[in-house]
């Protein structure tokens, strides 16, 4: 069971007829993993994700607690703001977070890459990194599509927040999550097109 939740981890690896390759996100320096290495970073993975949920549910919670004690009538646009600020960190230490559990392998086996030109043309097609546009965007113009980011995220915060907050307190502050994430991601697919870099792994202080 602990394995079907290390499934994002899993998707990092690519078999191979002598084991695995690791890559981070498909883009990262291809290192080989054994399968037993393999089965140990997936059930990791596994742990680290539920610790993740856990860890996402409470850090809401207290957000939650910590708005209603400084705006306790409620509804307030200084609540609406605070509640979006501490999302906005919770997303990011998130992210952060997860990203740095997913590049467990690089960090303990990234003294062993592979030696691409010992491969089959067959395996090096499998372990080259995704193609993307050759063009670069400036960081003003990563900088600017965070801010969008963070602005769109906000806005569909509020706006789920203010659409469930008659039905149910709870589900509010979940949808206001979930808009905030959607909304973002939505943007940063947008930098993707237009720019070929996506802001989450492009910025110098989200690595």
């Known amino acids: 069971m602990i394995d079907l939740f290390g499934a994002f981890m ?3 690896f690519q078999k191979t007829p002598d084991g695995y390759i690791y890559r981070f996100n498909a ?3 291809p290192i080989r993993v054994s399968e037993s290495d393999h089965a140990r970073y997936v059930r990791r993975g596994g742990w680290s994700f539920l610790f993740h949920v856990a860890g ?7 957000a939650a607690m910590v708005t209603a004690h400084w705006f306790p009538a409620g509804g307030e ?6 509640m979006g600020a501490l999302l906005i960190g919770i997303g990011v230490a998130l992210y952060k977070s997860l990203a740095w559990s997913m ?8 003294t062993a890459p592979v030696d691409v030109s010992t491969l ?11 193609a993307t546009p050759a063009r670069k965007a400036s960081g003003l113009v990563l900088f600017g599509y965070f801010v969008a980011e963070m602005v769109a995220g906000i806005a569909g915060a509020l706006l789920l927040y203010r659409l469930l907050e008659p039905l149910n307190e709870n589900a509010a502050i979940v949808g206001a999550l979930v808009g905030f994430a959607a909304a973002a991601w939505a943007i940063d697919r947008l930098c993707v097109r ?6 989450l792994e492009s910025l110098p202080f989200i690595p």
């Open 194 to 199: 237009r720019t070929g870099e996506s802001v």
């Open 56 to 62: 996402l549910m409470l850090s809401i919670i207290a």
């Open 77 to 82: 646009a200084g609540g609406m703001v605070l």
């Open 27 to 29: 883009k990262g320096p």
């Open 103 to 110: 590049r467990a392998p690089e960090r303990e086996l990234g």
């Open 10 to 12: 899993d998707k990092q």
């Open 120 to 130: 089959t043309p067959q395996r090096v097609l499998r372990t080259e990194p995704r």
